[in-house]
């Protein structure tokens, strides 16, 4: 069965500070792979997507940027957090229209 | 005007009470999900339709194409059901990308 691994869990960063979060998926290959970020009070917004290895778009502009190192491995990144990065980020995968989500990573940026 | 909005926002309900939760949209879609936010942030998926009617326990989803509309009802509500339900649509314009609402915020009381 597939699983979708995202840490860490909670992370609180100060302002200015670089950011890394990971997404890992299992038992599927080539998955569409997403990041979405939650503000709070707000919807899901779309951040990026990636169709494969390398393969990236940007949905929104914004400081943070993504790669695909891997095929199952997506990763969430920004040189300098700003206080509204703050928010539950994400990760989901996909495959024949249907997405399934990561357990998201709170990041408070203070 | 958001391209897909939920109503209500909030809704409390009586333990055992019939819930309905309304989703319009105003793109063309493929599809749409509804899904289930945990108070810890973790999402599932709870549906995927493109036409008529799913039943999942005591979930029901249903759609309207033409009227573009979705509902999603919660027949003998329980505490457990608790959460926020959000509802997602495909945007065929978009390459498929989902398009959330904002959520509508489900209370079930004892």
């Known amino acids: 069965s597939q699983t979708i691994h995202q840490w860490p869990a909670t992370l609180v960063q100060p302002v200015g500070s670089p950011l890394s979060l990971e997404c890992t998926v299992e038992?599927?290959?080539?998955?569409?792979l997403y990041w979405y970020r939650q503000a709070a009070g707000r919807g899901l917004q779309l951040l990026f997507y990636?169709?494969?290895?390398?393969?990236i778009s940007s949905e929104v502009p914004q400081n943070l940027s993504a790669s695909r190192p891997q095929d199952r491995q997506f990763i969430l990144s920004s040189k300098k957090l700003l206080l509204s990065d703050s928010g539950f980020y994400l990760c989901?995968?996909?495959?024949?229209?249907?997405?399934?989500f990561g357990p998201g990573t709170r990041l408070t940026v203070t | 005007k958001n391209e897909v909005e939920q109503s209500p926002q909030n809704l409390t309900a009586q333990e055992g009470e019939f819930i309905t939760i309304n989703c319009s949209y105003s793109?063309?879609?493929?599809?749409l999900h509804w899904l289930q936010q945990h108070p810890g942030g973790g999402i599932v998926s709870l549906f995927m339709?493109?036409?008529g009617k799913k039943k999942h326990g005591r979930l029901i989803a249903t759609i309207n194409i033409q009227e573009k509309h979705s509902s999603l009802h919660i027949t003998a509500s329980h505490p457990r059901d608790s959460a926020v339900y959000i509802c997602?649509?495909?945007?065929?314009?978009?390459?498929?990308?989902?398009?959330f609402g904002g959520g509508t915020r489900v209370l079930v009381k004892p």
């Open positions: 989901a995968w996909g495959q024949g229209g249907e997405q399934y």
């Open positions: 793109v063309g879609i493929s599809a």
């Open positions: 339709l493109s036409s």
């Open positions: 997602a649509v495909r945007d065929r314009a978009a390459g498929n990308k989902l398009t």
């Open positions: 990636s169709v494969g290895i390398g393969q």
């Open positions: 038992g599927t290959s080539n998955p569409n």
